[in-house]
């Protein structure tokens, strides 16, 4: 592989002349990831200390499953379950079914629960299963009443650094308890639409997969994921049930 920094600009870039393979050994998958397009960007730099904060981390490629030898026994199956859940992979699926709430989702705006319906638009596109959504970014995903992950336009994508005018009812990581439940939708009513147009677009398969990749970033869980994480866009809990 070949590395490149750019001094000005704070960032990290690789290439490879061949695929980059990856062995998951808890999912059981020989991962051959061709690199399009890597990088890493730093919102500080220290080269003499050696000390660097990461900003942000994009990369896309074409990515080949090879299943190994272990690939059907049973901790192999619930290790690929466990790892599908709350994944992106996951949510973009039951956001393009529209199915949230029925696959433990909820969608935040301010730190407020909101109706998804009035923050998220999706919409079937002719016969060839492809769905074109719009969101009001930015926007917080919650996988089973926890806050997982932030949905972010491109242009805002700095919104979480700047100070909270109000303290909001709940942050990452916490567990929405009955009790906190209460509190948020009571001043739910209260919270004002941030974005009131639909300001990200992008499209998603029947796999799953979504395009643009450039069209919002992910703060969270799901932005932590990387290529060895991942599971085949084909991928069935079926064989997990």
Excluded: W
Aim: proline share 5%.
């Amino acid at each position: 592989m070949i590395f490149r920094y750019d001094k000005k600009q704070k960032r990290i870039s690789a290439f490879a002349n061949k695929p980059v393979l990856v062995k998951n050994e808890d999912l059981q998958y020989l991962v051959s990831f061709e690199i399009g397009t890597f990088s890493i960007d730093f919102s500080y730099v220290n080269l003499e200390t050696k000390d660097f904060v990461i900003k942000s981390v994009f990369y896309k490629g074409t990515s080949f499953y090879t299943p190994l030898e272990g690939s059907q026994n049973i901790k192999a199956i619930k290790n690929r379950q466990k790892a599908y859940k709350g994944s992106l992979l996951h949510f973009m699926r039951a956001l393009s079914k529209q199915n949230l709430k029925e696959e433990k989702y909820s969608i935040a705006s301010g730190g407020f629960l909101v109706n998804p319906e009035k923050y998220i638009s999706v919409s079937k596109i002719d016969s060839n299963m492809l769905f074109k959504v719009k969101l009001r970014a930015p926007l917080s995903v919650l996988y089973k009443n926890k806050l997982q992950s932030d949905i972010t336009s491109p242009k805002i994508y700095n919104y979480r650094k700047q100070k909270p005018k109000k303290k909001m009812p709940f942050k990452d990581g916490d567990t929405l308890t009955p009790q906190l439940l209460l509190k948020t939708f009571k001043k739910k009513k209260e919270a004002k639409t941030q974005n009131p147009c639909f300001n990200t677009e992008f499209f998603i398969d029947n796999f799953g997969n979504y395009n643009p990749i450039e069209a919002f970033s992910l703060i969270g869980y799901m932005a932590d994921l990387r290529v060895g994480d991942s599971l085949p866009l084909d991928y069935s809990l079926e064989v997990a049930k």
